[in-house]
């Protein structure tokens, strides 16, 4: 199949890619270059306007025409840029049948299972069934390819560190070929290993900061944040688990990490702010955030950025399951990560 350039992609169906910058959103098989208006401003991306644009791109775009041959659209900033400066989260999906070239990249990329049916994605020769709620880490070149063998689209959440790694020098390898499984069982060989929470096989060791656990399934992340509830509720968090390299006990990347949250109905968090940008998808549930006094509603399936050193407070109208990334491991090596609670006004804004 011929590689068609950008603007021949975009000039074939212009309407469309204007509905997609209207919601601050652009495909990544075809899009302008950026400009940056200003610094990042907070945003919620709103999931059930912007699944019909991702499904609509099956007329657009056939697998197979682009460079960057992914079907998914990158959350643009309103102020210009990614979603943040150092992540760019945007939504993908595949569609029965379909299959996404191989390729590595120096950035590193985190999948969260959003829905459907077959979809799956091979890493150095292991196969990831892609399950609701899961979290799948791709760290930086490491060989990954996607496919559907199910019935239904499958949609997922990417998080990727490009906006920070470009800055020193962003690349990619291309391959003709769809990888070949390797591995004979059903399970990676890394879920297999560290199969039991707090348990290690003897001689464990962690290669890089990366974690060697690249698949972590919602049963799991579920059962640990609602045990961790039963202990009590912070009145920041409610109840928050970080996804961890089980070798380390530190970050699960080493450019981002990332949290399973949930609120109870009713909840009203207190304030806080951090250094850094954090996205919060809202897995499912309803409520709002607010974020330097403007109140942001959000619903299941949304994105919401919060800015750097921003005051920020969670309200949930229904039990609310949130993930959470943050680029706190960037910068906690410098010395460069803070937080603060606001103590004034009962810890309310």
């Not at 409520?287 to 050193?309: C, V």
């Amino acid at each position: 199949m011929t590689i068609l350039d950008a603007r021949t992609l975009m000039d074939r169906a212009p309407e469309y890619h204007a509905r997609l910058n209207a919601m601050a959103t652009e495909a990544l098989w075809a899009h302008d270059p950026w400009v940056i208006k200003g610094p990042p401003v907070a945003h919620v991306w709103r999931y059930k306007d912007i699944l019909p644009l991702m499904m609509e791109s099956k007329i657009h775009y056939t697998m197979g025409e682009a460079e960057e041959d992914r079907r998914a659209l990158n959350y643009l900033n309103p102020n210009g840029g990614g979603s943040s400066p150092t992540c760019l989260a945007g939504i993908q999906v595949i569609f029965p049948g379909e299959f996404a070239d191989c390729h590595r990249h120096s950035a590193s990329a985190c999948r969260f299972v959003v829905g459907g049916d077959g979809g799956f994605t091979v890493q150095d020769g292991q196969r990831y069934t892609m399950g609701a709620g899961d979290l799948i880490l791709t760290p930086s070149w490491i060989w990954h390819d996607h496919g559907n063998d199910g019935k239904e689209p499958t949609v997922w959440m990417d998080y990727t560190d490009m906006m920070f790694i470009s800055w020193g020098g962003l690349f990619r390898e291309d391959s003709d070929e769809i990888q070949q499984v390797t591995w004979p069982h059903k399970l990676p060989e890394s879920n297999m290993r560290f199969a039991a929470s707090g348990m290690l096989p003897v001689g464990s060791q962690s290669p890089t900061v990366n974690s060697p656990q690249l698949l972590y399934p919602w049963a799991q992340a579920e059962a640990a944040v609602r045990s961790l509830l039963q202990v009590g509720q912070d009145p920041y968090d409610c109840a928050m688990v970080e996804y961890i390299n089980p070798v380390t006990g530190g970050h699960c990347t080493a450019t981002q990490a990332h949290y399973m949250q949930l609120l109870v109905k009713g909840f009203h968090g207190k304030a806080r702010r951090r250094t850094g940008y954090s996205h919060c998808h809202i897995v499912r549930g309803s409520g709002y955030t607010i974020i330097a006094g403007q109140r942001f509603d959000w619903e299941s399936g949304d994105t919401l950025m919060i800015p750097n050193w921003t005051w920020y407070e969670h309200v949930a109208h229904d039990e609310t399951f949130i993930h959470h990334t943050n680029d706190s491991p960037i910068r906690e090596p410098f010395g460069l990560h803070r937080e603060e609670v606001l103590t004034e006004n009962g810890g309310h804004q």
